[in-house]
């Protein structure tokens, strides 16, 4: 029997999260939306996260359960958005929640007018060890509306990235551009499919509502692993800086943006190559020099501004 079409579909990659995730399943079936689906895809965990998730779906049939071997964050959302029947789909970190109003919320702005993405605030916690600065930054968001896609949407907006749990899309958008998660990025995956996804949009509603509760540090998580090693942090940045790049290029938008697109690069890049952590800075600069002679992103440099030049030069001249 064919599923029936719903409001929204949360989407839920589940791996060895025990611990937190009756909270998480709990702030979904409390949703002041009722006609939401919750696709929790199982992927290949090994405590007793399938038992939680077999329990509450007893308890509420909007849960459905997806298993699978485990193959990463990428391949456990590709495998939900195969599943989802909502006209708009949602991702949840199965360590983090929902505010309990968040389905709808996001539900009432799409009939407001039509919208590719809605991009919504965060509530970080815990409060203690406290989230830096810059979480708290990137986290906040104005409520206005965007109705086509520019540079400023990605590079300029605070809510634009780097986190796709906290935007909503249309799933007409997905179907028109087949958009999926890339599974061979193991690391950065959020910000590779929002860089992939987002210049195809036209109409992008910002709301400051925090709808989402974020668990900013968890022990055993993948960032909280690759945190601390600086110089893994930049090889795996490096690597799906350059998985961007090439879609960019197969989509004509580096010449189309490319101004824009290469003053994030670099200061992206950069400003973490000369942090004083890094022990392999020469390898790091030697990678990027070669990013930017390979994709043509040198012609764009002279139309930086002064202080990125400056970031230019350390490259450049291969110092820190």
Not at 93 to 113: F, P
Not at 191 to 196: D, E, G, I, K
Not at 200 to 218: M, P, Q, V
Request: glycine residues 4%; negative net charge; aromatic residues 12%.
């Amino acid at each position: 029997m064919k599923n029936l079409p719903v409001k929204v579909s949360v989407i839920i990659p589940v791996y060895n999260v025990e611990k937190c995730l009756s909270t998480c399943l709990t702030s979904c079936i409390n949703q002041t939306l009722y006609d939401v689906e919750f696709i929790c895809v199982n992927d290949g965990s090994t405590d007793n996260s399938l038992a939680i998730l077999e329990k509450f779906a007893q308890v509420d049939n909007r849960i459905k359960i997806v298993n699978k071997p485990n193959g990463g964050l990428s391949s456990a959302r590709n495998a939900g958005i195969r599943e989802a029947n909502g006209e708009i789909i949602m991702f949840l970190d199965s360590d983090d929640y929902l505010a309990l109003n968040a389905c709808e919320r996001v539900w009432i702005e799409n009939l407001e007018a039509p919208t590719d993405v809605v991009i919504f605030g965060t509530h970080i916690f815990p409060e203690k060890p406290r989230a830096s600065d810059w979480h708290y930054w990137i986290l906040g968001v104005r409520t206005h509306r965007r109705w086509e896609f520019t540079p400023d949407v990605l590079f300029n907006e605070t809510g634009a990235k780097p986190f796709v749990w906290r935007q909503a899309y249309n799933r007409k958008f997905f179907t028109e551009y087949g958009l999926s998660f890339d599974e061979t990025v193991k690391y950065g995956e959020d910000m590779v499919f929002q860089l992939q996804a987002l210049p195809h949009g036209k109409n992008f509603a910002f709301i400051s509502d925090e709808l989402y509760y974020y668990r900013w540090c968890r022990e055993g998580s993948l960032m909280a692993s690759v945190r601390d090693d600086m110089d893994e942090k930049l090889r795996k940045h490096l690597g799906f800086v350059e998985t961007i790049c090439k879609y960019w290029k197969e989509q004509d938008w580096l010449e189309k943006y490319g101004k824009e697109y290469t003053k994030w690069l670099l200061e992206f890049l950069v400003c973490d190559i000369r942090s004083p952590e890094v022990q392999c800075a020469q390898e790091h600069l030697q990678n990027l020099n070669q990013l930017l002679q390979e994709y043509d992103l040198a012609k764009y440099l002279d139309k930086m501004p002064e202080r990125i030049k400056l970031l230019v030069n350390t490259v450049k001249k291969g110092t820190v």
